[in-house]
């Protein structure tokens, strides 16, 4: 069965810091993604990014960045220099893969809620 | 692009009344679309999948009766919550693949729909 933990429930750090929010995701499918979203208190969800079991290099897209190791199962996230409009739920998410009109279902981890401090 | 929107954002109805939340996809047709409920400061849930055309497909536990899910065309799919109970309070939100995206691609979530009962 797919779960997906997110054993951080809350951080708060101050504005500038650099914060790290951990995933560790289980599964038996050896094709599958992992995702991350942000959920702002206006409830949306946001994609930050998308990533296929088979690319484990790290990316980076301004100041945030992912740290995708298969060896421990974890999908980290980093945000470098944080800002207050940081503050926000983060959402890490696994889907297993499915082909050929299957329906993929995401499974969120329980969120981070991520608060930047001015 | 890739917009979905919503509707209501925030709705309050009376024990025993019935609500229909919309979920439409305005810049792209999509033929499946997703059904989350988030209470507050847990993960989202899936309650339910449609996909145009054909009958929902049930998450374990969630009563299809009460959750009716109609999907009509390609660019709307709608949540009746029948017979409201204070314990349906929640949020309620949608999501969206596109026709013409894969099945892993990331989904498009609606904004969300606030739903309280009294």
């Known amino acids: 069965a797919q779960k997906v933990t997110q054993a951080q429930t809350e951080i708060s750090v101050v504005e500038k810091e650099d914060v790290t929010l951990d995933c560790v995701y289980e599964t038996r499918d050896t094709t599958y993604y992992l995702f991350w979203y942000k959920q702002p208190p206006s409830g949306e969800l946001v994609f930050l990014i998308r990533?296929?079991?088979?690319?484990?290099q790290n990316e980076i897209s301004g100041r945030y960045s992912w740290n995708f190791q298969k060896s421990t199962s974890s999908f980290n996230f980093t945000i470098t220099a944080s800002q207050v409009v940081d503050s926000a739920v983060y959402f890490c998410a696994l889907s297993e893969a499915r082909y050929g009109g299957a329906t993929n279902k995401l499974i969120f981890g329980t969120g981070t809620l991520l608060a930047v401090q001015p | 692009g890739a917009v979905v929107s919503q509707h209501p954002s925030r709705v309050i109805c009376k024990s025993g009344t019935s609500v229909k939340i919309e979920c439409r996809s305005l810049d792209f047709q999509a033929t499946t679309m997703f059904w989350y409920r988030q209470f507050p400061k847990q993960s989202l849930m899936l309650m339910a999948t449609s996909n145009e055309g054909s009958k929902a497909t049930y998450e374990q536990g969630v009563e299809k009766d009460k959750f009716l899910i109609n999907h009509a065309s390609l660019t709307l799919s709608t949540l009746t919550v029948t017979s409201a109970h204070p314990e349906d309070s929640s949020f309620y939100i949608c999501?969206?693949?596109?026709?013409?995206?894969?099945?892993?691609?990331?989904?498009?979530f609606g904004n969300g729909t606030r739903l309280t009962v009294t």
């Open positions: 990533r296929n079991s088979f690319d484990e």
């Open positions: 999501s969206a693949r596109g026709t013409d995206e894969g099945d892993n691609s990331p989904l498009h």
